[in-house]
């Protein structure tokens, strides 16, 4: 892989982890584009480092304030954060256990990649439908909410189905204030990423090659943290704005067009 291929894959990466398009979905695409062979699990994981590394940095104080209250029993509302976190974390968790070979071969698929995206587009529409039910609701996050956002985040185990995009949205339906909610589905990144590179280094840290660390490698591990934080700022603006249903209409365009190429090419 060159340094360019590695560079450009990382923008995708750091991009679409936190954008509501899929970041599985848009490597897969990439790559089947580009002509890369898969990188192997030495790339993948300086990836999620990378993208980890951004939003730890952009949620520096929330940890912070987060890791205090595990000390402090005065701090309720950042112990119960604490808690609605760990029970979103589960689902994800089942999931990965028990169905994380079967969801690896959709990946070498990207016909079904672009009908998953076309599915995540049609969910990110669904919190206009869902306007009146928010204002009903005191908007913070409760545990039925943490529970919906945490199964939200185990479906996006599908390549092309977005981890953001579910969570937000499954957040919204549940009567969460959608800049909270945004919040939360990137808080809940943390334990995600880390667990499923975790799982990945346990499991296959023979084939980890440390000549690989440099270059192109670490090139584009760079590049997926920048982007990775340019990211996180654009999402929330653009909730802030109540444009989150913009990135629906790209994940259709995009599915739809990845469909009509790659049958195409296919048949």
Known sequence: MSHFQAII???????????????????????????????????ELLLH?????????????????????????????????????????????????????????????PSAVCVFLCITGLILFLPRLLANRRRHSDGKISLGSALAMGCGQACAVLPGISRSGSTIVAGMASGVQPSRAAEFSFLLAIPAISGASVVEFVGHYKEIDPAKLFGPYLAGAVAAF??????????????????????????????????????????
């Not at 980890?52 to 309720?76: E, G, H, N, Q, W």
């Not at 340019?230 to 653009?238: D, G, R």
């Not at 365009?253 to 469909?259: K, Q």
């Open 49 to 109: 480092l990378g993208t980890l590394l951004s939003v730890l940095i952009y949620f520096r104080a929330t940890l912070v304030r987060l890791l205090r209250a595990v000390f402090d029993p005065s701090m309720k509302s950042d112990r119960a954060m604490i808690g609605y976190l760990a029970i979103a974390t589960v689902p994800v968790g089942l999931v990965g256990l028990t169905l994380r070979k079967q969801v690896e071969g959709l990946g070498d698929n």
């Open 226 to 267: 920048m982007f990775g934080l340019v990211a996180v700022y654009a999402v929330l603006e653009m909730i802030r704005r109540g444009k989150f249903e913009y990135f629906a209409y790209y994940c259709l365009a995009v599915g739809i067009t990845g469909l009509i190429y790659f049958q195409s090419v296919r048949s």
């Open 9 to 43: 894959v990382g923008i995708i990466q750091g991009l679409t982890e936190f954008l509501p398009v899929s970041s599985s979905g848009h490597l897969v695409l990439a790559q089947a584009l580009m002509g890369i062979d898969d990188p192997g699990l030495t790339f």
